[in-house]
């Protein structure tokens, strides 16, 4: 359709032709539009909950320090408009008039998340962003409750609109609660009586079933112990306060260390459920033989056996939060409120376009961790006993990618850390 659009359902005289506007047939959400996208499309009524933002009718009087080229009409046999020549020969007067009346802008102004007329007129009635809080920036609306901070008291996040726990579901927190807790009792008690039949084995089979029993379960325990340590701090600690605390919580030690608990424990099991498979499966294809006694010497390999699956477990859950490796693992870092540059917790791409802006243009764009956090320490004043607000720069490691401080077992194929988890 091609409705005709100067200021809505205004005649102005001596105005022969009008703007164009082409729009689609059904009604449209507004939300991820903006400027004069935004404002053709909910003035023609075409937008499913935005309303015009033009309120103030492009008046003669208003705007006097702008526009000393203006040309007056009569419109609507009520008021005198003025309109602007733009575009070669062409007159509009496709202007939003600020509240204040001492400003005016173009329609590309309107709605595009940025207070052009200074009293935020512009923007207040436009249903595209969300207002932070304390600054009262605009962001698109579509950054609200996206799991990215974009204010600067992280507002956008932490609301009622968006969540605000480690566990949102009721039933996961059920689950974790009941589940943990049984696994941590349950493998207890299996634990403690293999231990005490373990003396009892007299073959090499029943030794090594009896010994991967005694592993899986203590794997399992590990995962437990992480499930119910998860459940306590989601239920007690941090209940309705976890949004806030939600970046101190994801570059915590803590987040780490039971992250490394949980692969650890899912690990363990894993390899020891693949040696119990297999000793199940030599003693069915051998199972006309006499089974081998219990030796000293069968007994060491069964415990070297078992260290091995130890040391790889440990292996694989410290290697991602070791410091050397910080450069292919940390997947962003929280700088201090103070630095008002960075907001929540930034990763490598997006402070290196900080630095490029900062320092011009940089020839390599492959630094390091360590090599950032020294040319953001440099942009900043440490003269006069200041507080160096980069001294400690909190790292969001492998294990807080979410709250609940998981391995990533699930990765997209451009996630940095997905040849990791793939060899895994």
């Keep these: 359709t091609f409705p005709s659009f100067i200021f809505p359902n205004h005649r102005f005289f001596g105005v022969a032709e009008r703007t164009s506007v082409i729009i689609p047939t059904e009604l449209q959400s507004c939300d991820h539009m903006f400027g004069e996208l935004y404002v053709y499309t909910s003035c023609t009524y075409s937008c499913i909950s935005s309303s015009c933002p033009l309120k103030n009718i492009p008046r003669y009087e208003v705007c006097p320090e702008q526009y000393p080229n203006r040309i007056g009409t009569v419109a609507n046999n009520e008021y005198l408009a003025f309109f602007t020549k733009s575009f070669g020969d062409f007159y509009t007067n496709r202007y939003f008039v600020c509240d204040n009346k001492v400003k005016c802008i173009d329609y590309s102004k309107v709605c595009n998340l940025v207070d052009d007329c200074g009293d935020g007129s512009d923007e207040e009635s436009c249903t595209n962003h969300f207002k932070c809080n304390s600054t009262g920036y605009y962001i698109p609306k579509t950054s609200k409750c996206d799991g990215l901070f974009d204010c600067l008291d992280l507002s956008d996040e932490c609301n009622v609109d968006c969540s605000s726990h480690i566990l949102e579901d009721i039933i996961l927190k059920v689950f974790s609660w009941s589940i943990g807790f ?151 870092v929280n700088f201090a409120e103070e630095l008002k540059v960075f907001i929540g917790t930034p990763n490598k791409q997006k402070v290196l376009a900080v630095l490029e802006a900062y320092y011009g243009r940089m020839m390599d764009t492959k630094l390091s961790w360590r090599m950032i956090r020294q040319m953001v320490s440099e942009m900043y004043s440490h003269d006069f006993l200041y507080r160096d607000f980069t001294a400690e720069i909190p790292k969001v490691d492998f294990y807080g990618n979410d709250g609940v401080c998981l391995f990533k077992y699930f990765v997209k194929n451009d996630d940095p850390q997905r040849d990791f988890v793939w060899t895994i």
């Design 182 to 332: 049984l696994a941590v009792l349950a493998n207890l008690f299996i634990i403690s009586k293999s231990i005490f039949t373990l003396n009892r084995c007299r073959t090499i089979i029943a030794l090594l079933n009896k010994s991967f029993i005694i592993t899986i379960s203590f794997g399992d325990l590990l995962v437990g112990c992480y499930i119910f340590i998860i459940a306590i701090y989601d239920g007690i600690i941090f209940r309705e306060d976890y949004c806030p605390k939600q970046i101190n919580w994801i570059t915590s030690g803590t987040c780490s260390e039971i992250g490394v608990l949980s692969t650890i424990g899912s690990q363990l099991s894993l390899f020891a459920m693949c040696g119990l498979s297999l000793a199940r499966t030599y003693g069915i294809y051998y199972s006309m033989r006499i089974p081998g006694v219990v030796t000293w010497i069968k007994s060491s390999q069964v415990f070297l056996s078992l260290l091995m699956m130890m040391i790889s477990s440990l292996s694989i859950a410290i290697i991602p939060i070791v410091v050397i490796f910080e450069n292919f693992f940390v997947n962003g």
